[in-house]
């Protein structure tokens, strides 16, 4: 499965933005996507991800961000709706792509940079 993203940029404290994620390839062996995001000196974190419709969020996140996905005939969209933005969500954000198996696929990642 490719991955490839999109949608990241600069954007100050309060303010949205949205990122989108193409998937193509093998895409129905795809169980379950989701964004995870890393920043500087720190570890590769989940943020958000969806599986057979059921979502899941960080805590750092709820309420402020919003997954969701669109199911095409060769392809997959993953989404993430990201408002309110605070300074500590700057991050590289990657989507990823896992199957049955439980193995991943990852997009090239994108960056979140939340600054005034």
């Known amino acids: 499965v490719q991955l490839q993203a999109s949608g990241g940029g600069l954007v100050e404290p309060g303010g949205s933005l949205r990122l989108s994620c193409v998937a193509s390839g093998f895409v129905f062996s795809i169980a379950s996507m989701g964004w995870y995001r890393q920043a500087p000196g720190k570890q590769r974190e989940l943020v958000a991800d969806i599986s057979r419709g059921v979502t899941n969020y960080a805590d750092s996140v709820k309420g402020r961000f919003t997954v969701s996905r669109d199911i095409g005939a060769a392809t997959r969209h993953l989404y993430l709706e990201m408002s309110s933005l605070k300074p500590e969500d700057t991050a590289v954000y990657y989507c990823?792509?896992?199957?049955?198996?439980?193995?991943?696929?990852w997009g090239q990642g994108t960056q979140v940079t939340v600054s005034s």
């Open positions: 990823n792509a896992r199957d049955l198996g439980g193995n991943n696929d």
